[in-house]
């Protein structure tokens, strides 16, 4: 080598990384230069350690602000990685030589990024849409996708002229002639040089040095037309870049090998003095910044914007980079193969036929190699009959892929990260990049602490996994988590820093914090609640006051009926979890207390849009009095359970106390004062009919209604003096909901005070009530719905219907005379394999036949008038 040796590439190109090793092999340098934060040189001697697979990232952070953060991505088939690992494989210095990240954090997007958000920059950190080298990073669009052009402007935006970057890919491709700038880039580099794609027209015997100074050249040509393109930080960083070069010339002579984005190519080259750069560099804004390694992904390399680095197939361009001969065929290859496990019906045959029909619209398209787009041109019409079905799952398998890399276990890392790797590794939870489900079974132990980790993860803002429903079990013991690793989520875990060592008190920390901060009761409820499922103890008394302060000043029976339900079910999972959980108990037994009193006043005077949320309140406050009037574990809840509190054991004593201590409140003392609450509330007539008919309906649905309760609560809401707006009101309070049409079904009677109340709505009147009864009943099932056509279209029911011989049992309110005891026993087989329960007498009644008695067929199947449950 007679001199530096500028290899200008493009970002995270297969070809580029093969032009790289070739050049580097040719040359022998005495010292590799990679453009990249210094910060990192010290990290260097971790890449060539087993642990550190790729996809990966250097990632750097402001240490007092670790949510200002950048990431340097590089991949197996990056051109940094290759000549870094060429270095590391034969002893040779690497230095990274672009501007520091101490100054490219400080100088951020001109406005300061906040806590969580990366700062704007034209280069080096992928915090843009754009790579550092100004040349959009390799790749063509993801199948079914347009392209997408780089602009900083909004659509209806006219730019001005000294913002408008220059895409130096596009204007070579214009000039020869192409209408896209990738297709043109993946002909000239990616696909020439032989099979593989080994790029810039490398060849047996061939320069491979021939292909920069090409690159170089025209990158040249484009800096002396455009200057620095738009990119206006370009500067300052080429002005760093050269000073590391001469540092590096000095201290290892002219065998220098400089990786870099092709774009700063004539700038490195341009003959400028020591001073001059030094100006450039003088006055830059600087923060303390730390760098690490950290994993990455493959879906991360293919985003355009955020944390990603633009390039839409990272699973392609790994495949051609990694195929040592016919990447064609061994695409298709990996393309049957996947097929195959989803269940297609794809032979070798399609395989062949594939590759013959993709090189032959390679050809038919002038292309030296067939790309992404022939090939997927082929699997469509070969392997996937001319359907679109199959291009989703290759495009996220195998196009992009389910890459995770890996870092060694001594990288650097803040206190927080250690202590989490430690928890993931004892309960065996690897972060892994493709999306899975995990369920739980909190009565272990080891799952219990999965599911603690989990909740403190997501207190501390570090979204690992996500709750969801479970399909198999909806008991609280029982838990199903989403969990799915993204790099960011490292940022997240250095700025959880601030708050701990390790998750525990990390988590038990920023809990304190947002309580004393949390400006509604209700944010102090749902806080109580993730504390109880975080195993947060020691948060435990803090939350506590506040909650205590909170309900104490807070007299909205809104706020108040919000906050309850999250506090009732986090009494539940202290109980379920085996938390102690009395103190919380005790304060939601207040705040329903509260309720109690304050609801009926509340319900006064409320427009149609306060009745509806008032509903709501009033149904979540339901749920939440029957989750706490459920009597705990070894609770005595009547005099049938056992002695009450307070009683003594043993023989009565001859002088009883006068007047023995009253028994706190208990669940049952709850559910009656409840009951009360929903009586007074639907009987008064100033509350909306909404409100009314939802209180009557809970009472119902609590057995709280005597005989001819419900049919004279609706008896009065549609007499003639009722408005016919609230009674429909009512109706849509009563009957409202999914369950509704199935009350109307069974009990005629109800059916039928309806149906009497609609046919005499007056005709001006109608056209008010029926969207009011359009939405009601539209949230039935079609089935029921039809049910309830034919009832009324048959009218009611009257015993002569019923076959002679029917039981003349004593009829339920509402329900057709008599139970046919044979259908009724039909059923007993399947109800005791759904309730385990394997005694042939369950269920006996006097007079039900016996399980091997055939069933009374005389019966029309249709009829369920006369059948109880």
């Not at 022998?28 to 210094?38: F, N, R």
């Not at 999250?566 to 207040?590: F, I, K, N, P």
């Not at 509402?814 to 109800?831: C, I, K, Q, S, Y």
């Amino acid at each position: 080598m007679t001199g530096p040796v500028l290899l200008g590439v493009r970002h995270h190109g297969p070809g580029s990384a093969r032009a790289v090793r070739a050049a580097l092999d040719q040359c022998t340098p005495d010292a590799v230069l990679i453009e990249g934060p210094p910060e990192a040189d010290a990290l260097v001697p971790l890449a060539a350690q087993e642990g550190m697979r790729p996809p990966v990232a250097l990632l750097a952070h402001a240490q007092d602000d670790p949510g200002r953060a950048a990431f340097w991505p590089l991949a197996e088939f990056s051109p940094e990685w290759v000549a870094l690992r060429w270095a590391l494989e034969r002893g040779v210095p690497v230095r990274f030589i672009d501007l520091p990240a101490a100054h490219s954090l400080a100088m951020g997007n001109g406005e300061g990024p906040g806590a969580g958000e990366e700062p704007v920059t034209d280069g080096g950190p992928v915090t843009d849409e754009r790579p550092a080298d100004g040349l959009p990073a390799a790749g063509p669009p993801a199948a079914g996708q347009e392209r997408e052009e780089p602009s900083d402007e909004a659509p209806d935006e006219a730019p001005d002229e000294a913002e408008v970057r220059v895409d130096p890919i596009r204007v070579l491709a214009e000039a020869a002639g192409y209408d896209d700038p990738e297709r043109w880039w993946e002909d000239v580099v990616e696909h020439r040089g032989g099979a593989g794609g080994a790029g810039a027209g490398g060849g047996a015997g061939a320069d491979a040095l021939a292909p920069f100074a090409a690159l170089a050249e025209a990158m040249g040509a484009l800096r002396e037309a455009y200057g620095d393109g738009g990119h206006d930080r370009d500067p300052v960083r080429e002005a760093h870049m050269r000073l590391r070069l001469r540092a590096a010339r000095k201290e290892f002579g002219d065998g220098v090998a400089v990786v870099c984005g092709a774009w700063h190519v004539p700038a490195l080259a341009r003959r400028t003095t020591m001073a001059a750069d030094r100006q450039l560099l003088k006055g830059l804004p600087k923060v303390k910044a730390a760098v690490t390694w950290v994993p990455w992904t493959h879906r991360r390399l293919s985003r355009h914007s955020g944390y990603g680095a633009g390039i839409a197939s990272p699973g392609w361009y790994g495949h051609l980079f990694g195929a040592p001969d016919r990447p064609v065929e061994r695409w298709l290859t990996k393309v049957a193969g996947l097929l195959r496990e989803e269940d297609y019906a794809v032979s070798s045959a399609h395989v062949i036929e594939a590759v013959r029909l993709a090189e032959g619209l390679a050809t038919v398209r002038g292309r030296p190699l067939a790309g992404l787009t022939e090939l997927n041109d082929a699997v469509r019409a070969v392997m996937g009959d001319g359907s679109d079905a199959p291009s989703s799952l290759i495009h996220d398998r195998l196009v992009v892929g389910e890459v995770l890399g890996e870092v060694p276990e001594d990288a650097p890392a803040v206190p927080l990260q250690r202590d989490l790797t430690r928890s993931q590794r004892t309960l065996r939870l690897k972060p892994e990049a493709p999306e899975r489900e995990l369920e739980l079974d909190l009565r272990k132990e080891t799952d219990a602490e999965r599911s603690r980790l989990l909740h403190r993860l997501l207190l501390l803002g570090i979204p690992w996994g996500e709750p969801g429903r479970s399909r198999g079990s909806t008991g609280t013991f029982r838990e199903t988590w989403r969990l799915r690793w993204e790099p960011e989520l490292s940022v997240r875990v250095a700025e959880a820093g601030i708050w701990g060592t390790t998750v525990l008190s990390a988590a038990t920390a920023k809990a304190a914090s947002e309580a004393s901060e949390a400006a509604t009761l209700a944010e102090v409820t749902a806080l109580a609640e993730r504390c109880l499922l975080a195993g947060l103890p020691d948060a435990l008394p803090v939350v506590m006051r506040a909650l205590s302060d909170r309900a104490a000043l807070d007299a909205d029976v809104g706020h108040l009926a919000q906050a309850l339900p999250a506090l009732v079910r986090s009494v539940r999972y202290g109980d379920v979890r085996g938390t102690d959980a009395a103190a919380l108990r005790e304060v939601a037994t207040g705040l329903a207390e509260r309720v109690f009193v304050g609801l009926p006043p509340a319900c006064l005077g409320l427009d149609a849009d306060g009745a509806t949320e008032m509903r709501g309140h009033l149904d979540a406050t339901h749920q939440a009095v029957a989750l706490l009037g459920q009597p705990r574990t070894g609770q005595q809840t009547g005099p049938e359970t056992g002695p009450q509190p307070g009683a003594q054991a043993g023989p009565p004593p001859v002088s009883p106390p006068a007047s023995p201590p009253e028994p706190p409140p208990g669940p049952q003392h709850l559910r009656a004062r409840w009951a009360g609450v929903l009586r007074a509330v639907s009987e008064r007539e100033s509350v909306p009919g909404l409100i009314r008919g939802r209180a009557a309906r809970l009472l119902l649905d609590e057995g709280q209604l005597g005989d001819g309760g419900a049919e004279r609560l609706m008896g009065l809401a549609l007499s003639p003096g009722t408005p016919p707006t609230d009674a429909a009101g009512w109706i849509e309070g009563f009957v409202g909901g999914g369950d509704g049409g199935m009350l109307l079904v069974h009990d005629e009677r109800l059916l039928a005070l309806v149906d009497g109340w609609l046919t005499g709505v007056p005709d001006a009147a109608f056209t008010d009530v029926l969207p009011l009864l359009r939405r009601t009943f539209a949230e039935y099932e079609a089935g029921v719905r039809r049910t309830l056509g034919e009832l009324v279209r048959r009218g009611p029911t009257t015993p002569s219907r019923h076959p002679a011989g029917a039981a003349p049992d004593a009829a339920a309110p509402g329900f057709g005379p008599g139970l046919d005891r044979d259908r009724a026993a039909a059923v007993l087989p399947t109800l005791r394999l759904l309730l385990g329960i394997g005694a042939p007498g369950f269920g006996d009644e006097p007079g039900e036949r016996p399980d091997d008695t055939p069933p009374d067929t005389t019966r029309p199947a249709d009829d369920l008038t006369g059948a109880r449950t």
